[in-house]
């Protein structure tokens, strides 16, 4: 039965009000986010926000003979993100695979190569290499699963990112070692500037 607005308890309407806030932006959230991004996001203090995260983790478990969910708020690293729960992996990643065609993008493709060559590497460092929002291709990759999320930078909580077992597999070699080397296939600067009319 549901409580009679006018009636209801106004704390625990706020607090409810607090978790379906916080519920949405973890949704869209690429990267974990920490308590203090979290409560100013929504505008009320820490310890609220804590509860309210609490309260979340709690409902998604199915705590108090409610439903578990098929995916968790897990807190990794300096946040809390959501995230897909692993005894149902290999549905999520049967599902993507058929979702997605087999061949992946050049931007795709770039950004894989300067994973595999930089691992562990942070996605605002992925972009400072490449100049450009790599968000969506890195959830591309995620998504492939031939990247994963290694670890917390320590200078900047961010998370890094490294390849995985199934990328070895598709191009064939046994660890990264097998690389190719990239300088070769790198200017050497000898041009100058003589070379830009």
Not at 92 to 98: A, L, P
């Amino acid at each position: 039965m549901t409580a009679d607005p006018v009636t209801a308890d106004p704390v625990t309407t706020v607090a409810v009000a607090v978790e379906r806030r916080l519920e949405a932006l973890l949704m869209v959230a690429d990267e974990p986010q920490s308590l203090v991004d979290l409560a100013t996001a929504v505008g009320e203090p820490v310890p609220v926000v804590r509860r309210a995260v609490e309260a979340l983790v709690a409902d998604f478990d199915g705590v108090d003979g409610g439903v578990r969910r098929g995916f968790e708020l897990r807190e990794v690293g300096v946040g809390w993100r959501f995230y897909v729960r692993e005894e149902h992996d290999p549905v999520v990643r049967d599902f993507v695979m058929t979702q997605n065609p087999s061949r992946l993008s050049q931007a795709a493709l770039e950004t894989l190569a300067v994973i595999a060559y930089k691992q562990p590497i942070t996605r605002s460092s992925i972009a400072q290499i490449r100049a450009v929002n790599v968000d969506s291709v890195v959830r591309t990759l995620l998504g492939r699963g031939l990247v994963t999320e290694s670890s917390t930078d320590p200078e900047t909580g961010a998370t890094t990112y490294e390849t995985t077992e199934l990328l070895l597999t598709h191009l064939g070699i046994s660890s990264l070692d097998e690389l190719p080397l990239i300088s070769p296939l790198l200017s050497d600067g000898s041009g100058g500037f003589d070379d830009a009319h």
